[in-house]
């Protein structure tokens, strides 16, 4: 194992040589959309974190562009990934939660590129994007691999995903494609491989009393408060986290090296972002869905292949809402009226201009902690609603990056300017259409995993 940084750095490199992300065009190119849950971008190497968790993607943002300032359509996976896969923010796209389906009439990306003459599939690991919700919409091939086994336990599947990944490949290489894969390997549990375990979690005492084991179930009873977790702890969480994240890394970097092999990577449009990011205490609290602060609503953002310039990182504010209309743009496809989202690559265009504008997060998840936030930012001010109890609190992004200080009551005028804007977007919410709630046991498996 120790040669294996090596040889993918050496496969990268051959990546690159092969136009890996510098963008042949022959046709409208292939388009390849990953969605690693779970993923905060500050962990990776190529968003300034410390440590090596990140070889493959930093490669994929050097050879393309990287988003610095992304905002998640919500801070738990099933109204975040519609959003991705529709350019819309939850209250147009109408999921929700878990009683809603896609409204009927609502292309996504996928149907768009079907509708194009692109094959179309996707494998994804979450109950919440399993055909239940309407997110298969448009997929010519469709599965959902569990993400919780029969034991009890959520692995890592990442190899499983790819496998069928390459499968498809190879059985529908002819004319354009639209895969799009959705990892659940940096999700809790937090269960990296020994080798990567060793590189990366520090010496921690998981004998003691109490101590931290990194699965879902201990951490939502922590954030349900039961039961405590020292700064020991959290150190170790994100040792784990961040060993899962180099895990998950490198099988990409094996499947982008295949992808080159196979002469595919010249002309495929990659696309890596992340439905949420996840809270390790910096507001009390532990996993993601409650909360709206930016380590669970902030996520990373990279594109690279043809039509996209290397080694660019764009800072002005982006949003998931955005992922569908630009990768339809930079297909050639034309984008569906009345989307949300702006295509990005206005950032890159000469005579274009990304322009500043406000961005919104919102969910409605009723289950045992119902989700009660709304949130509306600029690029430099966020201000969070609760729902029910009607309280606003505002924070100076630009000042106060880690949201310490409430400053609603400091500046009541920006308060008060920015929950107008965000009372006009809910006024806009369209009628959601309704589904059974799901089975008994797939809400006890749901309240497992931290819904
Ligand atoms: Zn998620």
Same mark, same amino acid.
């Given at each position: 194992?120790?040669?294996?940084?090596?040889?993918?750095?050496?496969?990268?490199?051959?990546?690159?040589?092969?136009?890996?992300?510098?963008? @042949?065009? /022959?046709?409208?190119? =292939?388009? %390849?959309?990953?969605?690693?849950? !779970? $993923?905060?971008?500050?962990?990776? *190497?190529?968003?300034?974190?410390?440590?090596?968790?990140?070889?493959?993607?930093?490669?994929?943002?050097?050879?393309?562009?990287?988003?610095?300032?992304?905002?998640?359509?919500?801070?738990?996976?099933?109204?975040?990934?519609?959003?991705?896969?529709?350019?819309?923010?939850?209250?147009?796209? @109408?999921? /929700?939660?878990?009683? =809603?389906? %896609?409204?009927?009439?609502?292309? !996504? $990306?996928?149907?768009?590129?079907? *509708?194009?003459?692109?094959?179309?599939?996707?494998?994804?690991?979450?109950?919440?994007?399993?055909?239940?919700?309407?997110?298969?919409?448009?997929?010519?091939?469709?599965?959902?691999?569990?993400?919780?086994?029969?034991?009890?336990?959520?692995?890592?599947?990442?190899?499983?995903?790819?496998?069928?990944?390459?499968?498809?490949?190879?059985?529908?290489?002819?004319?354009?494609?639209? $895969?799009?894969?959705?990892?659940?390997?940096?999700?809790?549990?937090?269960?990296?491989?020994?080798?990567?375990?060793?590189?990366?979690?520090?010496?921690?005492?998981?004998?003691?009393?109490?101590?931290?084991?990194?699965?879902?179930?201990?951490?939502?009873?922590?954030?349900?408060?039961?039961?405590?977790?020292?700064?020991?702890?959290?150190?170790?969480?994100?040792?784990?986290?961040?060993?899962?994240?180099?895990?998950?890394?490198?099988?990409?970097?094996?499947?982008?090296?295949?992808?080159?092999?196979?002469?595919?990577?010249?002309?495929?449009?990659?696309?890596?972002?992340?439905?949420?990011?996840?809270?390790?205490?910096?507001?009390?609290?532990?996993?993601?869905?409650?909360?709206?602060?930016?380590?669970?609503?902030?996520?990373?953002?990279?594109?690279?292949?043809?039509?996209?310039?290397?080694?660019?990182?764009?800072?002005?504010?982006?949003?998931?809402?955005?992922?569908?209309?630009?990768?339809?743009?930079?297909?050639?496809?034309?984008?569906?009226?009345?989307?949300?989202?702006?295509?990005?690559?206005?950032?890159?265009?000469?005579?274009?201009?990304?322009?500043?504008?406000?961005?919104?997060?919102?969910?409605?998840?009723?289950?045992?902690?119902?989700?009660?936030?709304?949130?509306?930012?600029?690029?430099?001010?966020?201000?969070?609603?609760?729902?029910?109890?009607?309280?606003?609190?505002?924070?100076?992004?630009?000042?106060?990056?880690?949201?310490?200080?409430?400053?609603?009551?400091?500046?009541?005028?920006?308060?008060?300017?920015?929950?107008?804007?965000?009372?006009?977007?809910?006024?806009?919410?369209?009628?959601?259409?309704?589904?059974?709630?799901?089975?008994?046991?797939?809400?006890?498996?749901?309240?497992?995993?931290?819904?």
């Amino acid at each position: 194992m120790t040669h294996r940084p090596l040889l993918l750095a050496a496969r990268l490199i051959a990546l690159a040589l092969l136009g890996g992300c510098s963008g @042949g065009k /022959k046709g409208p190119p =292939n388009v %390849l959309l990953i969605s690693i849950d !779970t $993923l905060r971008p500050d962990r990776l *190497g190529c968003y300034g974190h410390e440590r090596e968790t990140s070889p493959t993607l930093d490669g994929l943002a050097k050879a393309g562009v990287l988003f610095t300032d992304v905002t998640a359509a919500s801070p738990w996976t099933l109204p975040s990934h519609a959003s991705i896969l529709t350019g819309r923010y939850p209250s147009r796209h @109408g999921v /929700k939660d878990h009683v =809603n389906h %896609l409204r009927r009439g609502v292309p !996504t $990306l996928a149907s768009v590129l079907r *509708g194009k003459g692109y094959k179309t599939m996707a494998v994804v690991n979450s109950h919440n994007l399993s055909e239940r919700y309407g997110l298969n919409r448009g997929f010519l091939a469709f599965e959902y691999l569990e993400e919780q086994l029969a034991d009890g336990s959520i692995p890592s599947r990442g190899p499983e995903i790819l496998e069928k990944a390459r499968g498809w490949l190879e059985a529908e290489r002819t004319g354009p494609f639209f $895969l799009f894969l959705h990892f659940y390997d940096v999700h809790s549990d937090f269960t990296p491989g020994e080798s990567y375990r060793e590189k990366f979690v520090r010496p921690y005492d998981g004998t003691k009393d109490g101590a931290i084991d990194g699965t879902t179930e201990q951490l939502a009873r922590i954030r349900n408060g039961v039961g405590e977790i020292d700064a020991d702890g959290v150190r170790f969480l994100l040792d784990m986290y961040d060993a899962e994240i180099r895990e998950l890394d490198d099988l990409l970097g094996e499947f982008l090296a295949w992808l080159a092999q196979q002469g595919l990577a010249e002309n495929t449009l990659v696309a890596i972002t992340s439905d949420h990011g996840e809270e390790f205490m910096e507001h009390g609290s532990l996993l993601h869905g409650r909360t709206y602060f930016q380590e669970v609503i902030r996520v990373p953002l990279l594109l690279c292949g043809p039509g996209v310039p290397a080694d660019l990182r764009v800072a002005t504010p982006a949003h998931q809402v955005d992922i569908a209309p630009t990768l339809l743009a930079l297909a050639g496809a034309d984008i569906p009226k009345g989307l949300d989202g702006l295509d990005l690559s206005a950032a890159w265009r000469e005579g274009a201009l990304l322009p500043q504008r406000l961005l919104f997060a919102e969910a409605d998840h009723n289950n045992q902690e119902p989700d009660v936030g709304r949130m509306v930012r600029t690029a430099g001010q966020k201000l969070l609603y609760n729902r029910l109890t009607e309280a606003v609190q505002l924070y100076d992004l630009e000042l106060d990056p880690g949201e310490s200080a409430d400053r609603a009551e400091v500046e009541p005028e920006s308060a008060e300017r920015l929950m107008e804007s965000l009372r006009a977007f809910l006024s806009g919410e369209q009628e959601r259409e309704m589904i059974d709630a799901p089975s008994e046991a797939v809400q006890e498996s749901l309240k497992e995993l931290g819904y």
